[in-house]
């Protein structure tokens, strides 16, 4: 089956899914895996889509104006049932400085640890924001040696914890 | 002995509760030994329930002694009628199921539980269990009930939020937690 990833992003009201899915429903397309968030207050949704005949940019149009939502298309390689399973966790919860990203996972990436999950949020008030990001992913690193790293590239101020994930199957 | 099939979502007996086991006797000690190959054929599974191979009777093994880290735990163990007695805390974590492939996701579970099961003879025991060990057996008991992890999944983002949510919905040491 070939995919593509549609991207939309708009100032988020309540709908917007409904209408989206509803119009590519009706254009005889077919949904893969998908990953919506409201970052900013804004909607953004990346969907795996197949094409169901017609051009999905005609399917889309309509309801991207509609709604006010910006939409991109790209055909990707790739396929369902491609999960990789994390065997490590990365919080990080501290005072919102810049380059805390760029940092711990530079220290990720010289271990050869393949970033899965990534979220980041600012919490806390304008005055003082505090950051925090959760990072699950895969690495043969061991325990330690990502937690030397990460201690290595923080600040102070910023608390780092690796833990690691037994997913349990049963 | 032999390999049993596995069912799989959305197969409707999954969802089924099982009756208890009434007789001990070599039936289902047979039937036990067939459990545990199947358990140990697929992908390293640390537990199996009998419904998931269609077999509708409160039964089900566990064993947590081989995990790539080493975690309290009692062995392999037989767990016939199992019942929970009690929950205590709760935590996050990550469950796969042999009757859901290719998927992962995030369960809330009791930290700790007491519980009390017969073996394969018939003899009642109890057991005290901790962390990953509490879990698997809590994932498998709800099998028995027709619960699937995936019934019980919770947002990735619920991590950080996790205990104002829970203690909200009152349900950490509830009899029954479903």
Known sequence: MDWQMLTLVGADRPGIVAQVTQALYEGGCTLGETSMIRLGGNFTIMMMVSDGGKPLATLIEPVAE?????????PI????????VPNFQVRVVGADRAGIVSKVTGALAGLGFNILELESDVAGSAKDPLYIMTIQGFADATLEALDEALQAAKDADIEVNVSPIETLIG | MAILDILQLPNPRLKEASAPVERFDDSLRRFIDDLEETRRNGPAAVGIAAPQVGHLQRIVIVDCSTTRKPVPNHGHLVLVNPEITEWDGFELGREGCLSVPDYTGNVIRAERIKLTARDPYGATHEYEMTGYEAR?????????????????????????????????GGKGKSARNR
Do not use: I
Not at chain 2, 145 to 156: A, C, I, N, Y
């Open chain 1, 66 to 74: 509609r709604m006010q939502l910006q939409y991109h298309l790209d």
């Open chain 1, 77 to 84: 390689h790739g396929a369902l049932h491609q999960h990789l």
């Open chain 2, 136 to 168: 698997a057996v809590q994932h498998e008991v709800d099998h028995l009930d027709g619960v699937l992890f995936v019934d019980r999944l919770v947002s990735r983002r619920t991590d950080l939020f996790q205990r104002k949510v829970y203690q909200k």
